[in-house]
């Protein structure tokens, strides 16, 4: 399907959202945590999948946030508006369950952006749940949506920032991070959720990150069932 770039937000210095209408005539449903496979017209062997970051109840368009990488998430990041893409139909079984009554979500980098979609979902459609986002960036500025995270923190969601190279901020004379640092561990998570044993966890991205907390989670008592990552690599 064609989708026409007709928004584009700068998260971070390296990171875009962008919105792409759908024709007007287009069943595109969808459940959150879901992705599209996306490629530039002049290049349709090169698809990359991109997770739908905004909520299903948004229809008529659909929004994908990319860091730019290398060749393809470059070339998107270098988009002005306006441009046609192809879209093929949203995949994937790493969804979202409406009857996790509390879930923690977990990521680094770019695997932020399913999480975003499941939480305008979950908020949108006032489902009795409670969430919480634990998320690790090197520096704040490299933390995309802030103004949405802190207007989902106003809406009860759980925001747990942490920035893994404060060191770097030092240096660069910028404001002091209050926040967390260095990266989410199972304890420091725990310490944070008093229904811990009862929560169900959705990990997405970076496999490094998965790798590390998974067994540490089913270690902690969390049963394999509600250990849900979808990993996109290995970085
Ligand atoms: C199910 C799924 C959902 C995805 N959703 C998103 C998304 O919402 N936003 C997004 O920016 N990317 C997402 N990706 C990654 C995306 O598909 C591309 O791999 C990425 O944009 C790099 O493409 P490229 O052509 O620029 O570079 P490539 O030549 O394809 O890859 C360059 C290198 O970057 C590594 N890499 C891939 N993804 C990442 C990442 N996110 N962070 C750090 N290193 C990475 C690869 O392992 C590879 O070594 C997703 C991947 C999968 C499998």
Redesign the pocket.
């Known amino acids: 399907m064609n989708a026409v770039v007709s928004q584009i937000r700068e998260e971070t210095t390296s990171?875009k959202t962008f919105r792409l209408d759908l024709p007007r005539d287009a069943s595109f449903p969808f459940a959150p945590g879901q992705?599209v496979r996306i490629s530039l017209p002049d290049d349709p062997e090169?698809a990359?999948?991109?997770?739908i970051?905004s909520s299903p109840l948004e229809t008529s368009y659909v929004e994908?946030?990319?860091?730019?990488?290398?060749?393809?998430?470059?070339r998107l990041c270098a988009l002005r508006g306006g441009e046609t893409l192809q879209v093929e139909p949203p995949q994937?079984k790493w969804t979202y369950r409406d009857e996790d009554r509390h879930a923690a979500f977990v990521a680094r980098?770019?695997?932020i952006?399913?999480f975003r979609s499941m939480i305008r979902y979950a908020l949108g459609k006032g489902l009795p749940n409670k969430i919480d986002l634990f998320y690790e960036a090197t520096t704040p500025e490299a933390i995309p949506y802030r103004r949405e995270l802190s207007e989902f923190a106003d809406q009860g969601v759980g925001i747990h920032l942490s920035v893994t190279e404060p060191q770097a901020l030092e240096m660069s004379g910028g404001a002091p991070w209050e926040g967390e640092t260095g990266e989410w561990s199972v304890s420091a998570i725990r310490q944070r959720l008093p229904d811990f044993k009862k929560t169900a966890f959705y990990l997405c991205?970076?496999g490094k990150q998965i790798d590390h907390l998974s067994p540490k989670l089913l270690k902690g008592g969390i049963p394999e069932e509600r250990i849900r990552a979808?990993k996109?690599?290995?970085?």
């Open positions: 990171t992705f090169k990359r999948a991109y997770s970051v994908i946030t990319v860091e730019s990488l290398e060749e393809v998430s470059r994937g980098g770019s695997g952006a399913p991205g970076s979808e996109w690599g290995n970085y």
